[in-house]
């Protein structure tokens, strides 16, 4: 009875480890809703009793929700823990702009040289698809839009490095800063020039990455920080103008 029970009990742990494996390399995604009891039992070869135990099991670490009348969902706990408690601090310190600029500095050069060593196929068609995103939106020149795109073919690039920390560490990121991505391209939309050379870095790193170039993926990617940080200088200083003269005009 207790070997019937230990046997049973590392089913579920089986199944909980590979739903745990698909939400940290960002197969499942928060919000992403799981596939019936009745499929998930399929897919693994397991009872339905042992989906509904590793399910539950997912839900008391908080990974997982289950609504009713609406399935089981991933939820943001991953990343949420991170991101509540810095948002308040950015807000409250807009100084640590350029420590992030900093820190997306190394995360995201990183991720562009491990995705041109790593990316698989699938990887190039998510990125190819990402990109295309990008430049039908820097051509509509629809801020929302640019900002999704943007973050976007980002995170795609997070995740084709294959490095699990990197892709969550980059989607909390981009989540964290999503207002400072939103001025900065409000800046640029404004400066056709500026903009084209924007745009003109994002094809860099994608070509890099596509042709199997981490040096090169890596530099650009950098160059593209150093870039945003000088934009984001020259918007702060902009702004400041603005407020002087309202307050001149007041």
Not at 67 to 79: C, E, F, N
Not at 220 to 242: G, L, T
């Amino acid at each position: 009875m207790n070997q019937l029970f230990r046997h049973k009990e590392r089913i579920s742990d089986r199944v909980i480890s590979e739903i745990e494996v698909q939400i940290l390399e960002g197969s499942l995604k928060p919000g992403d809703q799981l596939p019936s009891e009745r499929e998930l039992a399929m897919e693994m070869g397991v009872s339905r009793p042992t989906i509904r135990e590793a399910i539950n099991t997912l839900c008391t670490k908080g990974l997982l929700q289950t609504r009713h009348g609406g399935g089981t969902v991933v939820t943001d706990k991953l990343d949420s823990s991170f991101s509540d408690s810095w948002q308040e601090m950015l807000y409250r310190h807009p100084n640590i702009q350029s420590d992030i600029l900093d820190f997306r500095d190394m995360l995201e050069s990183q991720a562009a040289c491990l995705a041109a060593e790593r990316a698989t196929e699938a990887d190039l068609e998510n990125l190819e698809k990402a990109f295309i995103k990008v430049s039908k939106a820097y051509a509509d020149g629809e801020l929302l839009e640019m900002v999704t795109a943007d973050v976007g073919f980002h995170q795609a690039i997070a995740e084709a490095s294959h490095n699990v920390l990197i892709g969550h560490l980059s989607a909390t990121l981009l989540k964290l800063i999503n207002s400072h991505v939103t001025k900065n391209l409000k800046y640029l939309n404004n400066r056709p020039k500026d903009k084209m050379r924007l745009e003109a870095q994002h094809l860099g790193i994608w070509n890099a990455i596509k042709n199997r170039q981490p040096q090169k993926a890596l530099e650009i990617s950098r160059e593209h920080i150093e870039y945003v940080k000088v934009s984001m200088a020259a918007s702060a200083k902009e702004f400041e103008r603005m407020q002087s003269a309202i307050r001149r005009k007041g």
